[in-house]
């Protein structure tokens, strides 16, 4: 295992659709993180996982976002009825134990186009 | 709640002189800072952190960054430009708990020869 991988690393969708992203993170890593980032900008936070428990979701994440790590494993983020305004990177990462102790690992990213 | 802010959203430097980026933060609590670099496609890469250990944190590729809670400020220097250090640098907080991150807009670095 080398790092964080994300897939799709390109998506390119029809408004209105829906879109599911991956995330597989570092195996022995208990947290996980899903940023997004527009051009130019920096990453936001939108939601995190210890093991298989959302902990924490942003107020960025509309009902239209929704994001699982079953079996504390892998996650999946998924965005219904897409919108311009979901153009974006999806970033995710990962650590062992909290992220302001140990090192955050991200992948290289799923670059979203919503047409 | 945190927060943070970089100064210049574009630097520009010649090959072999100094890089300054500066960041400064916003913390009710001690935070826990970070530099992160994103080249182009790419997901980002810790630099180095600050965790309430030594002020002067060297980082990898040469780089290092001072802590100065009077200022609240966590910039980062080299001394010698290389071509390949021209990116994307984002400055992050995180509250010493460890929660999340909270990413500054960025700054470009552009290394002219």
């Known amino acids: 295992d080398t790092g964080v991988s994300q897939d799709p690393r390109h998506k390119i969708t029809k408004r209105g659709q829906n879109v599911t992203f991956r995330c597989d993170p570092i195996?022995?890593?208990?947290?996980l993180y899903w940023y997004r980032q527009t051009l130019g900008q920096g990453p936001e936070f939108l939601t995190y996982f210890q093991n298989e428990a959302q902990l924490e979701k942003s107020r960025l994440l509309s009902d239209r976002f929704s994001a699982e790590r079953p079996k504390g494993s892998f996650s999946t983020l998924e965005i219904q009825r897409t919108e311009q305004g979901d153009s974006a990177m999806y970033l995710c990462?990962?650590?062992?134990?909290?992220?302001?102790?140990?090192?955050?690992?991200f992948g290289q990213g799923t670059r979203l186009t919503v047409v | 709640a945190q927060s943070v802010t970089q100064l210049g959203s574009h630097v520009s430097v010649s090959e072999g002189a100094l890089v300054l980026l500066r960041c400064n933060y916003s913390?009710?609590?001690?935070?826990?800072l970070f530099w992160y670099v994103q080249y182009p496609n790419q997901g980002l890469q810790l630099l180095l952190k600050y965790t309430s250990a030594a002020t002067l944190v060297k980082g990898i590729n040469g780089f290092e960054a001072e802590f100065k809670k009077s200022e609240t400020s966590f910039h980062l220097t080299k001394p010698s430009a290389h071509m390949s250090d021209a990116a994307e640098y984002f400055c992050?907080?995180?509250?010493?708990?460890?929660?999340?991150?909270?990413f500054g807009p960025g700054t470009r670095l552009s290394v002219l020869p």
């Open positions: 195996s022995e890593h208990n947290r």
């Open positions: 992050a907080v995180s509250a010493i708990s460890g929660q999340n991150f909270v």
């Open positions: 913390s009710s609590v001690p935070p826990y």
């Open positions: 990462a990962s650590s062992l134990g909290a992220i302001g102790n140990t090192e955050a690992f």
